[in-house]
């Protein structure tokens, strides 16, 4: 079985200021990991993604997330926060030595970011 | 390249009446999967498609909901009757062969059953 818990539902940052949107996961077998972010009205777009090479994995728009094992966790950061950041990110897992090879989404963090 | 399309991209319905989704995944992509994304929670698996054939339809409604992939491409979501609690965003996605690779996801259609 696998899981994502996001522990935040809201995070609301200053424009220029550091982002963490945090993320544990449960897995029986070594997980792929990905963050994923949804614009108002737009698709889903990958972030990035960890699949068992460097535990710290560097993404699109400046955002990285490092892999965890000891700690379950696959926190998102991004050094400085820019207003087209806001919507709603995703952490997702996947495990891919099971047969289910579907993606599992965690609840969403909604990311609120002020003037 | 182009990326994967879904239509029609809004739909309003009553409930009991019937509606169907289409999807055309990113050519060459083998793995075809449905999600219900209902409004503040995550995407939820219906159904995954290796090729033409069903891998994962665990979490599908089978009485109402029925999926198809013909010819191991593009893909047809129905729902019949549909309830009230269907209101949510169906996406469709692709990716190569499955496993943990990137999933592709389309814009999605926004069903609002009244």
């Known amino acids: 079985a696998q899981s994502v818990t996001q522990l935040d539902s809201h995070v609301s940052v200053s424009e220029g200021t550091p982002v963490l949107l945090r993320c544990n996961y449960s897995s029986s077998y070594s997980p792929s990991l990905f963050w994923y972010v949804q614009h108002p009205n737009k698709g889903l777009q990958l972030l990035l993604k960890y699949t068992s090479a460097a535990t710290l994995v560097k993404g699109i728009n400046g955002f990285e997330a490092e892999f965890k094992k000891s700690e379950t966790s696959f926190h998102l950061t991004k050094p400085s926060a820019h207003m087209s950041d806001a919507a709603e990110y995703f952490c997702v897992v996947t495990s891919p030595g099971t047969g289910r090879r579907a993606l599992t989404f965690g609840s969403g963090t909604r990311l609120q970011v002020q003037p | 390249e182009a990326g994967v399309a879904q239509s029609p991209r809004y739909k309003i319905i009553e409930k009991r009446q019937s509606v169907a989704f289409w999807c055309n995944p990113i050519?060459?992509?083998?793995?075809l999967y449905w999600y219900q994304q209902i409004l503040g929670q995550g995407p939820k698996l219906l159904i995954q498609?290796?090729?033409?054939?069903?891998?994962?339809d665990s979490q599908l409604p089978k009485d109402r909901f029925s999926a198809e992939r013909l010819k191991g491409v593009d893909s047809t979501l129905k729902i019949q009757p549909a309830k009230l609690e269907d209101s949510a965003v169906y996406l469709c996605?692709?990716?190569?062969?499955?496993?943990?690779?990137?999933?592709?996801f389309g814009p999605g259609t926004r069903l609002l059953v009244l």
């Open positions: 498609f290796q090729n033409n054939g069903v891998v994962d």
């Open positions: 050519s060459g992509h083998a793995t």
């Open positions: 996605a692709s990716s190569l062969r499955g496993g943990g690779e990137t999933q592709y």
